[in-house]
């Protein structure tokens, strides 16, 4: 690196080990600089992407304690760190993390424990990790998962988010659409995918904030029910469809394994079987199946694990990235707890085995990495009323939660799919689904 010491404050022997520290973990050459919290500085030795700012002494030990990914992760939301320029790049630079520690897992051991401790933390972040309780996916379970991430605050959402409070991928026929017009030309797509019919019913299946149902029952003439899990989405979903007049079109507090005596010619759900779990999407299949008329459609939209990163590894590949790496740990602890995201080939497999027939898949990875950096960079130019209406950590959150998936979509590690279904309209059969008594175990 090279070295500009603008400050003494930090003592030689402590700069020296946090030199070896850094060399060891991010060795030449390197497109990012590094500012200590003294003022001491390192260059970068390629063009500089990004500046990372170390804000306290003991924020490197922080950082790097195991597992890797949440420790730096509630570091940053902690501002224990601060990355001055592009948080996207910086993800890549990052990548390169697991594949050094694998390499010299002793060695950066060693000049870790060599590093700074620092003053002791005083105060735990202000919007901790969930804290579920009971058994996964039961009803009371996936409400409070739920409501961790969506009752945020409507106020929060509404400063990044489009007009419509549209908080799935945008579709962009262009690069120049703005993101109103990225995501009304979304749901159009949408409503004809479904083929839409003025008088026809239609269920949401966690309809948020009540976008897509205004949008159906305004222009293709529809009679809508959403159903979310979130306090505040079913509040102001109501007050907009009131406030448009709608008549026929309701959103209510309600789980999808819940909705009894009732048929409905269409379905739709946008983002929301990441919610539910590989062992029950044969039974959230299986419902849909059951709520859908003979010959109905449903569209199922939903972001899926790339297939390739399934790949088998070796025990101790596996043992590392889960003990070491944490892979995932951030995401389950402070963004979808309890979420899990599934190849679409496995998804659509089991869709098919509850006997829908399969018409159309399409990938829009590309349209969801552009999606999110308009979410960012909205929130950023929002920054000072975010954090009025939330707080920082919310706001550090969602800016490290959003640029994370931005990257993971731009590399291929994640995509999002539209599937289109049928029930053949031949038939009359229910599918067996898990019974009511054994869903609400320990609701």
């Known amino acids: 690196m090279t070295e500009n010491t603008k400050s003494t404050a930090t003592g030689s022997s402590s700069l020296e080990n946090i030199l070896s ?3 060891c973990l991010f060795p030449e050459p ?28 003991g924020a490197l030990r922080r950082m790097f304690q195991i597992p890797l990914e949440l420790s730096i992760a509630e570091a940053y939301i902690r501002k224990d760190f601060d990355i001055e320029g592009d948080l996207i790049v910086a993800f890549q630079t990052f990548e390169t993390l697991a594949k050094t520690i694998t390499a010299q897992p002793l060695q950066l051991l060693r000049l870790r424990f060599a590093l700074p401790k620092g003053e002791e933390l005083t105060q735990n972040i202000e919007r901790g990790p969930a804290q ?32 419509r409070m549209i908080y799935s991928c945008a579709y962009f026929s262009t690069e120049t659409e703005d993101l109103d017009t990225a995501q009304e030309k979304k749901l159009d797509i949408i409503c004809r995918k479904l083929d839409l019919k003025p008088g026809e019913t239609l269920l949401d299946i966690g309809c948020g904030w009540g976008g ?27 007050i907009r469809i009131a406030a448009a007049g709608l008549q026929g079109t309701i959103v209510k507090p309600l789980d999808y394994r819940d909705i009894r005596g009732t048929t409905f010619d269409k379905i739709v759900s946008i983002g929301m079987f990441e919610h539910v779990g590989r062992q029950n999407l044969p ?11 003979p010959g109905g459609l ?17 025990f101790l590949a596996t043992l590392f990235d889960r003990t070491i790496v944490g892979s995932g740990s951030f995401t389950q602890r402070y963004i979808f707890p309890d979420g ?21 898949v399409e990938n829009w990875r590309k349209h969801y990495a552009r999606t999110l950096r308009h979410w960012l960079k909205r929130l950023e130019n929002h920054q000072s009323e975010a954090i009025q209406l939330s707080s920082e950590s919310v706001y550090r959150i969602w800016k490290l939660y959003m640029s994370m998936a931005a990257y993971s979509f731009d590399i291929g590690n994640l995509a999002v799919n539209q599937t289109l279904l049928s029930k053949p309209d031949n038939s009359a059969r229910k599918v067996a689904v898990a019974d009511a008594k054994r869903c609400c175990v320990a609701t």
Not at 34 to 56: E, K, S, V
Not at 137 to 152: F, G, L, N
Not at 283 to 293: I, S
């Open 30 to 57: 390197r497109n990012f600089a590094i500012r200590l919290w003294d003022g001491t500085y390192f260059g970068a030795t390629q063009p500089q992407a990004f500046m990372l700012a170390i804000n306290n002494a």
């Open 340 to 360: 899990e995201l599934i190849p679409v080939s496995e998804v659509n497999i089991i869709a098919e085995q509850t006997g829908f027939d399969i018409h159309h």
């Open 212 to 238: 897509l149902i205004i949008y159906a029952a305004q222009k293709y003439g529809v009679r809508a029910t959403g159903i979310t899990l979130s306090k505040e989405q079913h509040q102001l979903a109501n």
């Open 298 to 314: 449903f569209l199922n939209h939903g972001i899926s694990l790339a297939a390739n990163s399934l790949q088998k590894s070796s």
């Open 132 to 163: 579920l309780a009971g058994s996964q996916h039961s009803r009371k379970r996936d409400r409070e998962a739920i409501q961790y991430h969506y009752d945020v605050g409507n106020d929060f959402y509404a400063l990044w988010l489009d007009q």
């Open 283 to 293: 039974d959230y299949f299986g419902y849909a199946y059951n709520l859908l008329k």
């Open 21 to 23: 520290f850094m060399n």
